[in-house]
C-alpha cells in the first residue's frame, strides 16, 4: 500500500511538475472534500431512513412545547446534518454540529455540537417530548472542545435562542 502511495506522489509530482508538498497539500484538499461529501450523503441518508422511522417522526412532528413551530424545524434551522436514532423503543436520539451562528449564547458561546435523547412511554410508545406531562429529556453538548452534561432542556432553550433570533 505504501508503495502505491509512494509511485502516485512520484507520478503525480512528474506529471504535474509540482513539488511533493504542493502534491501532499493537494492531496489533503481532496480528503477533506471528500469527507465532507460523505458527511452531506450520510445525512441526506439518515434524513431519508427517519422518514420511515415512526418515532423519529414523532419527535420531528411534536411541538416545541408551547411553541408554534416542530423540533425538525428547530433542529433544522440550528443543527447542520444532523443525526436522527432510533435507539430503543423508549429513547430517540438526535445529535449534530450547530450551524455558525453570531447570536450571543453567554455561557454557551463556544457551543459546538449537542446530543438529545427524547423519551417515550414505554407502555404507549407515546412520545414524553411535548405530551404535556413532565418529562427530561437528556442532553450533552461540545463547548470549545470539552464535553459537558446539559439538560436537554438547557439545550433545547438554547436552539431556541438561535431560532428565533434568525
Do not use: H
Not at 412520545?127 to 452534561?149: K, M, P, Q, R
Not at 439538560?151 to 428565533?164: A, F, P, V
Amino acid at each position: 500500500m505504501f508503495k502505491r502511495i509512494i509511485l502516485f506522489s512520484t507520478l503525480t509530482t512528474t506529471l504535474y511538475g509540482c513539488s511533493v508538498e504542493e502534491t501532499f497539500e493537494k492531496g489533503q484538499d481532496l480528503l477533506e472534500k471528500g469527507e465532507e461529501v460523505v458527511n452531506v450523503a450520510s445525512s441526506k441518508v439518515n434524513e431519508v431512513t427517519s422518514l420511515f422511522d415512526g418515532n423519529i417522526r414523532e419527535i420531528q412532528n411534536s411541538n416545541v412545547y408551547d411553541e408554534d413551530y416542530t423540533f425538525k424545524e428547530l433542529i433544522a434551522t440550528t443543527v447542520e446534518n444532523p443525526q436522527w436514532t432510533s435507539e430503543t423503543d423508549t429513547y430517540v436520539t438526535l445529535q449534530g454540529k450547530l450551524k455558525p451562528t453570531s447570536v450571543d449564547l453567554a455561557q454557551y458561546n463556544g457551543l459546538e455540537e449537542i446530543i438529545l435523547d427524547f423519551p417515550f412511554d414505554e407502555g404507549s410508545g407515546i412520545s414524553l417530548a411535548n405530551a404535556g406531562v413532565f418529562t427530561t429529556i437528556d442532553g450533552g453538548a461540545i463547548i470549545d472542545g470539552t464535553a459537558y452534561e446539559l439538560s436537554g432542556d438547557e439545550i433545547i432553550g438554547i436552539l431556541n435562542i438561535i431560532y428565533e433570533t434568525n
